[in-house]
């Protein structure tokens, strides 16, 4: 039998998530395929069934596997809201992350990793992606890129028949990219590890693939090999569902700033246990400029935002301005978030709770980590303005866990705009849209820079996704 795995028009028990049509679909064995389609087209759902986290009904159909192993052994998936999964609470991980003392009975990389593996297969892993030096750290203080290759390695080492992973190369630099391709291809000839990737860009789509399963609004369209997807751009439109019309933001809140100096930082140096993650920093950003902040994985941008978004304790013992006031001297925490914008790859970590999508964007008002105060009708009826904008109102009363990670992303960036703040940080903010939403984001990113005393910091590893309206840039280096 050549069929890996054979999916014949199986129908899950819950109606939420059935197919519009029935699924007909054979993965043969070296066969490697990636699932290509919007946010919330069912690429998850998918994922799922395949791997048996979704009832099917007795009657109604199967999916035949042609492997010994148990199904959880030999179907694994990984997905980018995983990375904190070895992380024991949010609570753990955001005090531990600036606290390096509270850090000693955290486990390391290898720690974590040697009950699994030899520790040769482990290296030669963590060579091959250029890892060596996280080895010996402790997973709280890894970036968000170096928490995702550290994922993938650890279920690679498990040996999967088939690996599913969703949008496997946001937060990654070029360099990790690259590298990480170069994994797939060696694990596939030496392991016979078959890939299935989730994918909401179809110019992501690395050469190790060979076949194409389109998806649109919860419809499998028919597999087709890589040449017959690449070649087909009519397919490529129907999949994502671009703006027709103008994007028009909500109406201006607040006054433009007339502060002089947004931020400032003055020989500012982080170090957490032996590793120095920030040294000799100087940076200074001025009311209504536009910044890029850029660096490979693990080189600190995360740390540095933290310090501006008053989030890290160790800004206190080093020099920093935030509109135009030194750091320390009498304001609060929340007189500094009130007037900041902020998204990164992380805050999915801090909303886990089952409450409609719309309460999570209007608690951007508040500026705390979790929903924990109810907002006004008027605050309600804002934040309904800017899900509009970002075109996710059919969704805005949904449970926010029932979202795909796609979806998630694009409430949180809404959520990072209700307030109209005088500076937007946005860390990797297109993390995980589909090519229709990173359009729909960027125009609106550029609309708000538009506006007078608004200012920009950007971080992305892909130079396609800075906003037209940045120009600087500031660069950082990884420190050993």
Same mark, same amino acid.
């Given at each position: 039998?050549?069929?890996?795995?054979?999916?014949?028009?199986?129908?899950?028990?819950?109606?939420?998530?059935?197919?519009?049509?029935?699924?007909?679909?054979?993965?043969?064995?070296?066969?490697?395929?990636?699932?290509?389609?919007?946010?919330?087209?069912?690429?998850?759902?998918?994922?799922?069934?395949?791997?048996?986290?979704?009832?099917?009904?007795?009657?109604?159909?199967?999916?035949?596997?042609?492997?010994?192993?148990?199904?959880?052994?030999?179907?694994?998936?990984?997905?980018?809201?995983?990375?904190?999964?070895?992380?024991?609470?949010?609570?753990?991980?955001?005090?531990?992350?600036?606290?390096?003392?509270?850090?000693?009975?955290?486990?390391?990389?290898?720690?974590?990793?040697?009950?699994?593996?030899?520790?040769?297969?482990?290296?030669?892993?963590?060579?091959?992606?250029?890892?060596?030096?996280?080895?010996?750290?402790?997973?709280?203080?890894?970036?968000?890129?170096?928490?995702?290759?550290?994922?993938?390695?650890?279920?690679?080492?498990?040996?999967?028949?088939?690996?599913?992973?969703?949008?496997?190369?946001?937060?990654?630099?070029?360099?990790?990219?690259?590298?990480?391709?170069?994994?797939?291809?060696?694990?596939?000839?030496?392991?016979?590890?078959?890939?299935? =990737? @989730?994918?909401?860009?179809? #110019? %992501?789509? &690395?050469?190790?693939?060979?076949?194409?399963?389109?998806?649109? /609004?919860?419809?499998?369209?028919?597999?087709?090999?890589?040449?017959?997807?690449?070649?087909?751009?009519?397919?490529?439109?129907?999949?994502?569902?671009?703006?027709?019309?103008?994007?028009?933001?909500?109406?201006?809140?607040?006054?433009?700033?007339?502060?002089?100096?947004?931020?400032?930082?003055?020989?500012?140096?982080?170090?957490?246990?032996?590793?120095?993650?920030?040294?000799?920093?100087?940076?200074?950003?001025?009311?209504?400029?536009?910044?890029?902040?850029?660096?490979?994985?693990?080189?600190?941008?995360?740390? =540095? @935002?933290?310090?501006?978004? #008053? %989030?890290? &304790?160790?800004?206190?013992?080093?020099?920093?301005?935030?509109? /135009?006031?030194?750091?320390?001297?009498?304001?609060?925490?929340?007189?500094?978030?009130?007037?900041?914008?902020?998204?990164?790859?992380?805050?999915?970590?801090?909303?886990?709770?089952?409450?409609?999508?719309?309460?999570?964007?209007?608690?951007?008002?508040?500026?705390?980590?979790?929903?924990?105060?109810?907002?006004?009708?008027?605050?309600?009826?804002?934040?309904?303005?800017?899900?509009?904008?970002?075109?996710?109102?059919?969704?805005?009363?949904?449970?926010?866990?029932?979202?795909?990670?796609?979806?998630?992303?694009?409430? @949180?960036?809404?959520?990072?705009?209700?307030?109209?703040?005088?500076?937007?940080?946005?860390?990797?903010?297109?993390?995980?849209?589909?090519?229709?939403?990173?359009?729909?984001?960027?125009?609106?990113?550029?609309?708000?820079?538009?506006?007078?005393?608004?200012?920009?910091?950007?971080?992305?590893?892909?130079?396609?996704?800075?906003?037209?309206?940045?120009?600087?840039?500031?660069?950082?280096?990884?420190?050993?």
């Amino acid at each position: 039998m050549n069929k890996l795995i054979s999916l014949i028009h199986p129908v899950p028990r819950m109606p939420e998530f059935r197919f519009k049509t029935p699924i007909m679909w054979n993965i043969n064995f070296g066969e490697q395929w990636a699932v290509v389609g919007a946010n919330g087209s069912g690429k998850s759902l998918l994922a799922n069934m395949i791997q048996g986290r979704i009832a099917l009904r007795d009657l109604d159909g199967k999916i035949e596997y042609n492997f010994s192993e148990p199904l959880f052994e030999a179907v694994r998936t990984i997905s980018f809201k995983d990375i904190y999964t070895m992380v024991d609470g949010t609570t753990a991980y955001y005090q531990q992350r600036w606290h390096s003392q509270d850090a000693e009975g955290v486990v390391t990389v290898k720690e974590i990793l040697q009950p699994i593996a030899p520790i040769e297969e482990i290296e030669q892993l963590f060579d091959m992606l250029s890892l060596t030096d996280i080895l010996d750290k402790s997973v709280i203080f890894l970036s968000s890129g170096e928490l995702r290759k550290f994922l993938l390695i650890k279920v690679i080492l498990t040996h999967p028949k088939l690996l599913i992973v969703d949008n496997p190369y946001i937060g990654l630099d070029a360099a990790s990219r690259e590298s990480l391709n170069t994994m797939f291809s060696a694990m596939a000839k030496l392991n016979g590890m078959q890939l299935l =990737l @989730l994918l909401s860009n179809p #110019a %992501d789509l &690395p050469d190790i693939i060979t076949h194409v399963m389109p998806i649109k /609004d919860m419809e499998c369209l028919g597999g087709v090999t890589r040449e017959e997807f690449i070649g087909n751009v009519e397919l490529h439109k129907q999949l994502f569902n671009y703006a027709t019309t103008e994007i028009e933001l909500p109406r201006k809140r607040v006054e433009s700033s007339v502060h002089q100096v947004t931020f400032r930082m003055e020989d500012v140096n982080i170090v957490c246990g032996t590793r120095t993650i920030l040294k000799n920093i100087d940076w200074e950003v001025k009311n209504g400029e536009k910044w890029a902040l850029t660096g490979p994985n693990g080189s600190g941008k995360s740390t =540095l @935002l933290s310090l501006v978004y #008053a %989030d890290n &304790p160790k800004s206190y013992s080093n020099t920093l301005y935030l509109f /135009d006031r030194k750091r320390g001297t009498g304001e609060s925490i929340w007189d500094i978030k009130s007037r900041i914008g902020y998204v990164s790859p992380e805050m999915h970590l801090y909303f886990m709770e089952d409450i409609p999508m719309l309460r999570i964007v209007a608690s951007g008002f508040f500026d705390s980590i979790g929903v924990f105060r109810k907002c006004t009708p008027e605050q309600e009826a804002e934040a309904m303005e800017w899900i509009k904008c970002f075109g996710i109102e059919n969704i805005a009363h949904r449970s926010f866990l029932s979202l795909s990670s796609g979806e998630q992303r694009l409430a @949180l960036l809404a959520r990072a705009f209700v307030k109209d703040p005088d500076l937007l940080i946005l860390d990797e903010p297109l993390h995980g849209l589909d090519v229709a939403n990173k359009e729909r984001a960027s125009k609106i990113i550029e609309s708000f820079c538009d506006r007078q005393g608004k200012t920009l910091v950007y971080v992305t590893h892909y130079k396609g996704e800075i906003p037209q309206a940045v120009t600087n840039e500031f660069k950082l280096i990884k420190h050993q």
